[in-house]
């Protein structure tokens, strides 16, 4: 099976290599610079699970992209989608599979109307990971579960024979007949987490040690509810479980999103939390936490926008 993995970053970095080390056919598609670290230092992964270095891995670069590829895994930024979608488009033949790693809903809409359904399968992961300034993927704990299947729940050829291949590597994967549950429930979760740390700018143990963990929890309960309004109300496991984790004392779990804004840097807000918010309207789901989290991060996005403007 021919793979390519779109981007070699903290997610499609840390899966490329592992199917790699695996002895898999992986190419990154990456851009110029990207491509000339890798060519330089090969893609290294610092990781509990075990580190891996493989000098020069295979990449191209999007003007250089001929071939039709099997599997195309995507992992990029929400924001970056666009991009990404017209770089591999020459990769899609009649056969290939995408299978998105982003969290919330709105890219499926995104990649069904640009390739069509019967290409795009669901997908998540649970990985804590980063690229580190040099060109190294960091893995900051054991966790690196990727989850996907069939959007209809079958278990196709076609998902069976990348359930081989992801079995082949050092990390743990998981063919789910319930995809497009699971996605709900990792969205409901994030977009909370999201809210509510980018909100109080601060750690879950924080807001709980201040008296917040009311608020978080009644922003999860607002995402739960719009989830249950498209048919998808989390399932006693996960919902205990966000729920846990969400009001944890002295837990250090802070959003992705909080950390980019502590690096002044872009954010997700419009895909996973203005999209969750217009679902609810569609249903008529009053959310007014998540709706001051959204507004307090559009205020950062027009902030951040301005000092561009006055940089140029």
């Known amino acids: 099976m ?3 993995v ?3 970053g903290g997610i499609g970095g840390y899966y490329g ?3 790699l080390e695996a002895r898999q056919d992986v190419t990154f598609l990456v851009r110029p610079r990207r491509a000339a670290e890798l060519a330089a230092s090969g893609l290294v992964i610092a990781s509990p699970n075990g580190d891996v270095s493989i000098p020069r891995p295979p990449t191209v670069q999007a003007e250089d992209l001929r071939q039709k590829f099997d599997l195309i895994l995507l992992s990029c930024k929400a924001y970056d989608l666009e991009g990404a979608m017209t770089s591999l488009a020459p990769a899609v033949g009649p056969d ?12 499926l809409d995104a990649l ?3 390739f069509g359904p019967a290409h795009v399968l669901g997908g998540l992961c649970v990985i804590s990971s980063t690229l580190e300034p040099g060109g190294r993927v960091r893995h900051f704990n054991t966790l690196d579960m990727l989850t996907f299947g069939e959007r209809d729940g079958s278990r ?5 024979a990348i359930a081989k291949i992801f079995a082949s590597a050092h990390f743990e994967s998981r063919l789910s007949q319930t995809i497009l ?8 979760f994030i977009a909370a987490c999201a809210g509510i740390t980018c909100l109080m700018r601060s750690s879950i143990g924080d807001i709980v040690a201040g008296g917040g963990g009311a608020l978080a929890l009644g922003m999860f309960d607002e995402c739960s509810a719009i989830a249950a309004s498209h048919q998808f109300p989390p399932r006693p496991e996960p919902l205990q479980r966000s729920r846990a984790m969400l009001t944890k004392a002295g837990s250090a779990l802070e959003a992705s999103m909080f950390r980019d804004i502590e690096r002044h840097a872009p954010t997700e807000a419009e895909h996973l939390i203005g999209d969750l918010l217009r679902r609810g309207e569609e249903h008529g789901i009053d959310s007014p936490l998540l709706r001051v989290a959204y507004v307090h991060l559009q205020v950062y996005a027009a902030h951040r926008a301005r000092e561009a403007a006055a940089q140029n």
């Open 112 to 114: 069904d109307q640009r």
């Open 2 to 4: 021919r793979i390519l």
């Open 181 to 188: 549950q699971d996605m709900w429930e990792k969205w409901m």
């Open 6 to 8: 779109v981007g070699a």
């Open 96 to 107: 290939t599979v995408i299978l998105p790693l982003l969290n919330g809903m709105r890219h």
């Open 17 to 19: 290599g592992r199917l």
């Open 156 to 160: 196709t050829a076609r998902a069976e």
